[in-house]
């Protein structure tokens, strides 16, 4: 297959925030009345004509506009050359090596699905049991866990009928205590009936997950999953049919996924891939620093934020020690101690407030997405910490801001444009809001063009009887590759992930390494061998 232009993918490239179906994108570059689509031009409702007359009209103009769109867009491409670079040796080769990554398809072990499936119900049930302990007995035969009336008389009644907690959020429309899956995971610690809930809703997304899969799976046990080149405004794809990106990262489920016999899964991923691409972005030295010396991101700034005033605190921590069993960090110069729930909750303040997010919304952050606890208190002094440290980062917020407060868009360093008109609304959430995205969505953006370049060329580059691509899972690759080529091949893919050519092709310079990490086992995440290029030679395969 061979695709020399495709309008929608031009469409989203030109204006991200516009529709990109045919009859939009005509009616607003061509100026011409909808001829068919969603009318009742033809006397037959919201469907296209079906006599054989109105039909021929109906296809022609199809044609006719499509055609005229593609006349309209070159000149637009043409006009904008970093634009239109972008779309020659990105986005229009992206749509066939995409195609083919669908089309190869992912594995799925039907024989861990079912034995998963009995997991995940008999845990269900147990989990059920425990929950209904904590019901008072009238109305334990009505019980029901997913019903938010029960649950709302449960969890917020007073006692002795309820469990009389305090609801942190509410129903948009009738302002009650809301039951929904971020309102439950709030009230974590008020109680242990709500750890069973949290639980039980985890179990019962499992077997959802579970039983799609099987819906999903081709006659070679093979899932074709959809990777959409315009399903996010950002330029990362989105996936669905079924949706890849969305799995859990438990393990018994992501390694329901792996290869067949005589395959191993490879998955490679960029390494803090966000905030190496923030710094460069941002031109942030104190952190551009931190990468050249090859040192974890998260380890630094905990030792910072964490230390105790002294040495410790204004150590430069040149190398580190590591301890893989106790996950511990130790700075060589001054000895200080890293722990691995340190590392995750300096992860939270890096991640939290690279893109400029307050101390309050950080405190639900943290605990949301990391599972980690701060205080109000304790998010204002990280935050003042983490600028102070890294004091870039502001001036950058500062330089976007004014950048799509003037221009109403913000541009990737390959290019990308983010369009931004909602920066101009008298509400100060929504101008808030676009400003965030003026700051994210450039590195956002980058992202997921670099793993859409990375796809690129390894279409070109590999023997599908060797390996082939399977997956895109955000900044991460999945592919299938065969046992006795594993180290061949996961050599050529780290090398062109961390040396992208469309960074050459668009004269773009990255002043730090991009580097990539690699897992590799027969499945996903389940078992896997971690590897980089440094350690790949040492890397030894149980047989």
């Known amino acids: 297959m061979v695709v020399f232009f495709d309008t929608m993918i031009a469409a ?44 021929g009209t ?11 769109l593609y006349d309209r867009q070159k000149v637009q491409l043409v006009q904008d050359p970093r634009m239109g670079k972008l779309a020659k040796h990105l986005v229009l080769p992206g749509v066939e090596a995409i195609a083919k990554m669908e089309l190869n398809g992912i594995w799925l072990d039907r024989e861990r699905v079912a034995r998963r499936r009995l997991e995940f119900a ?63 995971s709030n009230l974590v610690g008020q109680h242990p009936a709500v750890d069973n809930l949290v639980k039980i809703a985890k179990a019962t997304k499992a077997l959802q997950f579970l039983s799609q899969w099987e819906q999903w799976a081709d006659h070679a046990s093979r899932i074709h999953p959809y990777f959409n080149l315009t399903g996010t405004v950002t330029g990362r794809r989105s996936c669905d049919n079924p949706n890849l990106q969305q799995v859990p990262r ?30 460069w972005i941002a031109e942030e030295e104190g952190l551009l620093e931190v990468f050249r010396r090859g040192h974890d991101p998260y380890v630094f700034t905990a030792a910072k934020v964490f230390a105790p005033p002294g040495p410790q605190k204004d150590c430069l921590h040149p190398d580190w020690t590591v301890d893989s069993v106790e996950k511990t960090w130790t700075c060589v110069a001054c000895a200080i101690l890293v722990t691995g729930d340190q590392r995750q909750k300096a992860k939270a303040i890096v991640l939290g407030f690279l893109y400029g997010m307050g101390s309050n919304g950080f405190v639900v952050y943290a605990k949301d997405t990391f599972g980690v606890v701060f205080t109000e208190t304790e998010g204002a ?24 407060e003037k221009y109403f868009e913000a541009e990737s360093p390959l290019g990308r444009v983010r369009h931004l008109q909602q920066v101009l609304s008298f509400n100060r959430v929504v101008s808030a809001k676009a400003v965030r995205q003026a ?6 953006g980058t992202g997921g063009d670099l793993c859409l370049a990375a796809t690129i060329e390894l279409t070109e580059k590999l023997d599908p009887e060797e390996a082939f691509l399977v997956g895109d899972i955000h900044d991460a690759l999945l592919l299938q590759v065969r046992e006795d080529k594993w180290r061949e091949v996961s050599r050529t893919v780290l090398e062109t992930m961390e040396n992208p050519a469309i960074l050459r092709k668009l004269n773009v310079k ?34």
């Open 12 to 55: 989203h490239l030109i204006d991200e925030s516009l529709p990109k179906s045919l009859e939009v994108q005509a009616g607003l570059m061509l100026g011409v009345d909808n001829w068919g689509k969603g009318k009742i031009d033809f006397g037959i409702g919201d469907k296209p004509p079906t006599p054989f007359k109105e039909m």
């Open 58 to 68: 109906y296809c022609s103009r199809d044609t006719a506009y499509t055609h005229m």
């Open 122 to 184: 008999e845990e269900l049930e147990t989990l059920r049991a425990l929950a209904l302990e904590h019901v008072p007995e009238p109305f334990r035969e009505k019980a029901s866990f997913t019903n938010p009336h029960f649950l709302r008389r449960w969890l917020f009644g007073a006692p002795p009928d309820g469990l009389g907690l305090i609801p942190t959020k509410f129903t948009e429309k009738t302002k009650e205590p809301a039951t929904d899956e971020e309102a439950i």
């Open 250 to 279: 438990d393990k018994r489920l992501r390694g329901c996924f792996g290869a067949p016999p005589g395959w191993l899964l490879l998955s490679v991923d960029y390494s803090a891939v966000e905030v190496r691409l923030a710094a």
């Open 381 to 404: 002094l990280f935050r003042a910490e983490f600028f102070a440290l890294f004091p870039g980062l502001e001036s950058w917020h500062l330089r976007c801001k004014r950048y799509v």
């Open 439 to 444: 700051i994210n969505s450039p590195v956002q």
């Open 510 to 543: 990255v002043p730090i390494r991009l580097k990539a990490d690699a897992e590799l086992g027969r499945y996903w995440k389940d078992g896997a061998v971690a590897f980089s290029l440094e350690t790949i030679d040492e890397v030894q395969l149980a047989s």
